[in-house]
Structure formats: structure tokens, C-alpha cells
């Protein structure tokens, strides 16, 4: 699976993005998908996964209630909808993919197997 991240940008705080990652391949559906960050200095950390089917999905704290994870696997895409965007939320965005245990959602990126090259996101205050 080859992956490709797209959409970051320079926003205001309190603005909106939407990421897209697009995969190549047509085994897509059948993993798991997460986005992570990296900030500079920082280790990479995770924010959102969902399972292939989109029916189940999971998010770090700090982005709950702001940030929504989806899928489309007939495009083989996943999206992050990131809305209420702060300052904190500067990094740069990968999308990974898990090839699936059951339905568990994993957390570290040390499970996902395959990596976007990443998307810049940058919120001005």
C-alpha cells in the first residue's frame, strides 16, 4: 500500500482543515487506518485510527471532540476533518496503515506498516 497525504496548510487558530490521504492498491479496504503527528522536537503521536470497515474510530484526548476521522474505500481515501484548529495543533500530519488484529485500534505507530511521506499543518495565533 503506498500512501499520500495531502490537504495541510497555514490557518488561523480556531480555523478548519481537512486532510486526505489517498492509497494506491487494492487491498485499502482491508486495513485499519490512523493519522499521526509529528511536532518539531517531539516524538510522532497519535490522533485518530479507524477500522477498515469505518464503523469504529478512536482519537487521542487532545483532539477529541475537534477532529473526525472517515473513510471512503470506494476511493480508496481517508480523511481528517479538523475543525477548532489551535496553535497546538501545528505538526506534520501521516497517515499510516495497520494491517488489521481483529478490531482493535492500536495507538503506537510502531504497528502501522505503511506511511504517507506527511502534510504540513501549521495554526498561526
Known amino acids: 500500500v503506498q500512501l499520500q497525504a495531502s490537504g495541510g496548510g497555514l490557518v488561523q487558530a480556531g480555523g478548519s482543515l481537512r486532510l486526505s490521504c489517498a492509497a494506491s492498491?487494492?487491498?485499502?479496504?482491508?486495513?485499519?487506518m490512523g493519522w499521526f503527528r509529528q511536532a518539531p522536537g517531539k516524538e510522532r503521536e497519535f490522533v485518530a485510527a479507524?477500522?477498515?470497515?469505518?464503523?469504529?474510530?478512536l482519537y487521542a484526548d487532545s483532539v477529541k471532540g475537534r477532529f473526525t476521522i472517515s473513510r471512503d474505500n470506494a476511493k480508496n481515501t481517508v480523511y481528517l476533518q479538523m475543525n477548532s484548529l489551535s496553535p497546538e495543533d501545528t505538526a506534520v500530519y501521516y497517515c499510516?496503515?495497520?494491517?488489521?488484529?481483529?478490531?482493535?485500534?492500536?495507538?503506537?505507530?510502531?504497528?502501522?506498516?505503511?506511511w504517507g511521506q506527511g502534510t504540513q499543518v501549521t495554526v498561526s495565533s
Open positions: 492498491g487494492r487491498t485499502f479496504s482491508s486495513y485499519h
Open positions: 499510516a496503515a495497520d494491517r488489521p488484529s481483529g478490531l482493535v485500534l492500536r495507538t503506537s505507530p510502531n504497528f502501522y506498516d505503511y
Open positions: 479507524i477500522t477498515w470497515s469505518g464503523k469504529t474510530t
